[in-house]
């Protein structure tokens, strides 16, 4: 079996290249791939390599990502994450291959606290979402056999993260301040690539599990309790941090160009239950991660 991965450098990408290797043939790309096309703002270069390989997966790990940038760059916004995935869903469906494709909770608009199903009406309330919303339409309109996954808080060891970063301020900080009214489940690039993984494999052999899913580590916590968690794991490892107090603060002290959904917890029963699957609580893959990084 032939798997086209697009975005191959990214933290999904990276471990995507792992995850799906037992799986077959990975032909893996990126934007500055040479003898393939891989770079998203080329929508007739991606075609064409599509219609090339003919492989039997097409993964699609790449987007526009840069929530804040997009709203400053919506053209570039749309051709990444809508214009250029249309392109990519028409090819998909012309050679028969399964599109496997990653949206994201920003497609909501973030207000009330129950978790976002599958079936509820999307609102976005930035750029971003509202182009990955349009990639997320156009998949569905122009090539019934796919996958796709709304996932939210990703993070990895490779690469920067909120983790990271809450350590590094808190070896030269005394103080600190996290934003405490935004709630989601903080879920790594490694659980998504083999929960994908898995997926794609069931989803090849019974078509009916083609569809749209929601994609996260299990339980809920807030960017303050998370960088909490955070905190008092490196502590135990050993790490000398000068932070002596963190404070909860809401989202308006950090003003950002692009709005962030409050409510970013998304309900995974059907995942679960269509892959028969136990999505791990996030604290299980930050332990991961951390013990990685420390």
């Not at 869903?89 to 009330?112: C, I, K, M, P, W």
């Not at 917890?265 to 995942?271: A, K, M, Q, V, Y």
């Amino acid at each position: 079996m032939k798997i086209l991965l697009l975005g191959k450098n990214g933290q999904v990408g990276w471990e995507l290249q792992r995850a799906l290797a037992p799986l077959g043939e990975v032909i893996a790309l990126d934007r500055h791939s040479e003898d393939y096309c891989g770079d998203l703002t080329n929508p007739a270069g991606i075609v064409t390599t599509i219609e090339q390989l003919a492989p039997t997966v097409i993964v699609n790990a790449a987007a526009h990502t840069a929530v804040d940038k997009a709203e400053s760059e919506p053209e570039l916004a749309r051709l990444l994450n809508a214009t250029t995935v249309a392109a990519m869903a028409e090819a998909a469906n012309r050679v028969g291959a399964l599109l496997v494709h990653y949206s994201t909770d920003y497609v909501f608009n973030g207000q009330g606290e129950t978790p976002w199903q599958e079936s509820d009406v999307t609102q976005p309330l930035s750029v971003y979402g509202q182009t990955k919303r349009e990639g997320e339409e156009a998949i569905i309109r122009l090539c019934p056999r796919h996958l796709i996954f709304r996932t939210s808080w990703v993070y990895a060891a490779k690469g920067n993260n909120f983790a990271k970063t809450m350590l590094k301020l808190a070896k030269d900080r005394d103080e600190l301040s996290v934003i405490n009214d935004q709630f989601g489940a903080p879920t790594g690039a490694d659980l998504i690539a083999d929960s994908s993984a898995h997926a794609i494999r069931m989803a090849l052999s019974h078509s009916e599990l083609c569809g749209l899913y929601h994609l996260v580590a299990s339980g809920i916590t807030t960017w303050f309790d998370y960088a909490q968690f955070v905190l008092a794991r490196g502590q135990e490892k050993g790490l000398e941090l000068q932070v002596k107090k963190v404070n909860p603060v809401a989202t308006s002290a950090f003003p950002t160009p692009a709005t962030r959904p409050s409510n970013s917890r998304l309900n995974i029963s059907r995942f679960q239950q269509a892959f028969d699957l136990t999505l791990p609580d996030w604290r299980t893959g930050v332990e991961r991660m951390l013990a990685e990084i420390i």
